[in-house]
Each structure stands twice: as C-alpha cells, then as structure tokens.
C-alpha cells in the first residue's frame, strides 16, 4: 500500500473503466461457481472488521496532513528566501553607498595632496627665483632674506596669491611679492642638503632616498628644505619641474684661483633643488658614474666649497646645512674656518654617516685646494687619521666639525657602534660621543611598492592586503618554517653585527619563537658565508 502511495503517477497501472450501469449489490455480482447462495436481504458489510472500512479514510487523513505540512514549510521558506533577497540588496546598497563613500574620500585626499605639492613647489620655486634676483644684482642679501622669511612664513597664502606670477619675469615677480604682506604664525626651520645623491634625480644608494624622504618629511612639517647637488651627466631630469638655468655668474675658489660654474635650478617633490656645474673643472661631472673615480677626493671638494660659496653668494641664511658621508664632510671644517663669518653665524652643521666604513684618507697637503690650511687641520684632535697619522680623514673632520652627528644603524647602540663599528674612528667617536645620534633605517615608498614589484608572488597593498598571506606562505616555504598564513612572521635585515651581539640577537629570536613567533634575520657581514638554524626559526649572515 505505502508503495502504490508513494509511487510515482506515470507508474501506476491504469484504472478500469467503469460503466454507467446501475449500481448491483455485491451478492448479485459473485460468481456462482463459488457456491454462495444469493440472498437479497444479505448484508454483505456485516461481518466485515471495522478497521478494514476506516483504513482508507485514516490513510486519506494522513497523507493530507503530510501535503498540508509540506505546503507550510514550502512559504515559510519561501517567505525566508524573500526576506534573505531583501536583506541582500540592502547590502548590497549599503555597500554601493559605502564604495561611493570611499572613492570620495580617496578623490578629497589625492585632491589635498596635489594642494600640498603644488603649495610646496610654487614656495620652493619663488625661493629659488629670489636667489636669482640676488645673483643678479636686483636686490641686496637684505631684502632676500626678508623676502624668503615671508615665502617660509606665508607658505600657504602665498602659493594660492602668487601661483599664476611664477611664469613672470623676475623683475614682475618681484613687483608682487613686495606688495604681498602676509605673515605667518609658525616659523619653521631653514635646512640646506648639500650632498652627492638625491632619489629619483641622482640615486646610487641609500643615501638618496634617506635625502629625498626625510625632506619632504621635514616640508610636510612646516619646514622649508632645499637640497644642492652636483650636475652630473648621469642625472635623471623626469621628476624635475621648472629646471632652468639662473642667468648670473657664481665663482668658486679651488686650487688657488675663482672658477666659474653655472647654476641650474629646479622643483624635485615639492622641494628646491640647486644643481652646480663646473666651468673650468667641467670634467669633474661629466662621467657615467657618480662614484669610483682616482680625483674622487678633488672632485667632491670642489663641489663643497663650490655650495658653500653659492650660499654666500645668493644670501642664503639657512638654520641648518645637512651634509652627508665623506663626499661633503670638508664642508665642516671649511664653514667654521673660512665662511662662519660671512653672514653665516646663525647656521649650524648637521652631518650624516650611512656608515663609518668609507672615510677618504689623503695627503694633508690636499687640503689647501679648497682654502683650507693644512698646518691647522693636520692634529690628533682634528683631521689626523688615527691610524695612518701622516694622511688626513675626510670623514673624521665631519664628525669633529660638526654640531650633531647621525648615524644610521639598525639595532646598534651608541657603545656598541663606538666600540665596534668605527673602523678605526672609535678614538674619535668616543671623544665626540655627546653629539652621536643613531636613526633607524627607513622606508620609502617610491623605491619599493609591494602592489607594483614584479618579483612577488601575488602584489598586495595598503587597501587590498589579500596577496600578502600569499607572498607570507611562499617566504615561510622558501626558509623552511612551518607554512601559517595565521602565524606571526618578523623580518630583521641588519648592515653588519659582532659575535657578542649575534648571542643577544639568538636569544631575542628564541624568545620570541617560543610565543609563536617566526622570527627571520638577515645579516650582512664582512667576511665568511654562514647559516644558522634553531627551533623553527633562521638567521642568515652573507
């Protein structure tokens, strides 16, 4: 029975037709060869069990309340599904709206970056056309100073007054910016780079995009920055805006006489660039590369005085000249003993080592092709090399002429870059411990982007980070850690470390493995090619 219910409609055998005959009682239906003798009084229902009459009836009612209950839970899910689509789209509105919101937000701050930058190189170009108007004779170091502390204090108003007169002659230009007037609450610093790399223009090293990240840093922070470099060959001009030659003569003194050079300037990222060429020495720059040459010594010497000279010329009073490594490090003695007195009282000398490992040993004899004296500098307590003492160190004189001195180390301390990281200047930086500064290495993101870097399994960035469990699961194959997209991963990459400093390192990395934590060090050393492998985690020293 429950099989011919349950049965599908195209599988049951079909009904008998049934005539339009009267109705004859059951007895009168049965077959005689049965023996059963009709009687038409006979009820035939009689003797019939009860169940076997209700049966049908009871299956009836059961088989209705199944379809009713089945068509029950059909519109509550139904009615579900309704409100499930219905909850969908409002999602779905919602994150119309929110998308809508975001592509706002990003549109208002690109538009406000775009204002800063402009703001930034209309301020930077105006204080470059004032060092024209002073090399020119158009009007004295005191009026320029004067109105450079109105560009440096008015920066904002004065890009939105003066941006469409930067076209102008400088004879025009100065014509409005004597009728500006404006004053500003905040007086930020003057600091002047006077250095041999500077990203995306000239970049070799670390050095360039350290100058080129911390001044747009120190601009974002209402400080006016410029930087002066020399004008190589090899100098990448795409990101310079407004490069133009000032029409003046600026001399320089080198190897007993006053040389020519010209002066090129120009807007990097909203910072001030000034790019000195050689006359006479036009060979000094013309090479393919910056560094590696034999006159490498002459040729960076030239250019510190040459910047120094530039400075007093244009009337420039900056707070701080920031010079870096060996390359610009004679400016330091040349501004305490030949410029400090031109106007230059104010200004103190801030230098930065990448590294104490290059340092430019010569001849002390050297040091008059630039104005310096080498009977002065030639002593223990100022250029005298430690080591070689019939030679003079470039870079020991930074550090002795300098006000403050920054060092760029990983995780070094001051004792330990003392003791150990001097390369033979450890005498000397001991002495002029109070002034040593250590900065950490950093990060800027127009010289490596993840969301653009071609070498990365999958590209990630700030606003979609889904690639960098994937880039995390192939470094953890690649080093043999235990793949966890979930686990906690830290990268060290250090310059150069000791022995004594590799066990504090190890314990710090053991420590931390033992939280769950994947450490990875990377360390360069000078000499030797080894790995080291404990507990899950790895340190690499090349």
């Not at 009084?41 to 009612?61: A, I």
């Not at 960098?468 to 150069?496: D, F, P, R, W, Y």
Request: contains cysteine; charged residues 25%; aromatic residues 8%.
């Amino acid at each position: 029975m429950e099989l011919l219910l349950n049965a599908p409609l195209s599988k049951l055998p079909p009904l008998p037709k049934i005539c339009a005959t009267k109705r004859k009682p059951l007895g009168a239906r049965l077959p005689s060869c049965l023996g059963v003798e009709r009687h038409d009084d006979m009820d035939v229902h009689k003797d019939l069990p009860q169940s076997m009459d209700h049966e049908p009836k009871e299956k009836q009612n059961d088989i209705w309340q199944l379809f009713t209950e089945a068509q029950q839970n059909i519109l509550y899910l139904n009615k579900q599904r309704l409100t499930a689509l219905e909850e969908l789209d409002e999602l779905k509105r919602e994150n119309t709206a929110l998308l809508d919101r975001i592509e706002q937000l990003e549109a208002k701050m690109l538009l406000n970056t775009e204002k800063e930058m402009d703001t930034l190189s209309i301020s930077s170009e105006l204080l470059l056309r004032i060092d024209s108007m002073v090399l020119s004779g158009m009007i004295d170091n005191a009026e320029a100073s004067d109105l450079r502390r109105l560009v440096m204090n008015s920066r904002m108003s004065i890009a939105a007054n003066l941006f469409q007169n930067t076209h102008k002659k400088d004879s025009e230009l100065l014509v409005e910016l004597r009728h500006f007037s404006s004053k500003s609450k905040k007086k930020g610093f003057h600091i002047v780079h006077i250095s041999a790399e500077m990203a995306p223009v000239v970049s070799v090293g670390s050095l360039a995009s350290y100058v080129t990240g911390l001044s747009c840093a120190l601009q974002r922070k209402g400080h006016v920055v410029e930087v002066i470099l020399p004008k190589y060959a090899c100098l990448n001009l795409d990101e310079v805006q407004g490069l133009r030659e000032v029409e003046a003569e600026v001399y320089s003194f080198f190897n007993g006489q006053l040389h020519k050079n010209r002066i090129w300037t120009g807007v990097v990222f909203g910072i001030g660039v000034t790019f000195i060429q050689p006359v006479y020495y036009s060979a000094f720059f013309s090479h393919e590369r910056v560094y590696g040459y034999g006159n490498d010594f002459e040729r960076f010497t030239y250019f510190s005085r040459a910047s120094l000279d530039y400075l007093v010329k244009s009337g420039k009073k900056p707070d701080i000249v920031h010079i870096h490594n060996w390359e610009t490090s004679i400016v330091g003695p040349l501004f305490w003993d030949v410029f400090v007195n031109q106007g230059l009282e104010g200004t103190r000398i801030l230098l930065t080592c990448q590294g104490f490992d290059s340092q430019c040993l010569q001849r002390p004899e050297k040091l008059a092709l630039c104005g310096l004296d080498p009977s002065r500098l030639h002593r223990p307590d100022r250029l005298q090399d430690n080591n070689k003492t019939h030679m003079v160190n470039i870079l020991k004189g930074g550090v002795v002429y300098s006000n403050k001195v920054i060092v760029i180390a990983s995780m070094q301390t001051k004792a330990h870059l003392i003791t150990e990281l001097g390369h033979g200047m450890e005498p000397t930086l001991a002495i002029h411990k109070d002034k040593l500064l250590i900065a950490p290495y950093g990060f800027d993101k127009s010289v490596w982007d993840p969301s653009v870097d071609k070498f990365l399994p999958e590209s990630y960035s700030e606003e979609d980070m889904k690639g960098k469990s994937v880039c995390k699961i192939s470094l953890q194959k690649h080093l043999g850690l235990t793949k966890n997209a979930s686990m906690i991963l830290v990268g060290c990459m250090l310059t150069e470390v000791s022995d004594v400093y590799l066990e504090n390192l190890k314990t710090l990395v053991w420590m931390a493995s033992r939280k769950g934590i994947q450490p990875k060090s990377r360390l360069k050393k000078r000499s030797g090619i080894f790995a080291v492998r404990t507990q899950g985690w790895k340190c690499e020293v090349y």
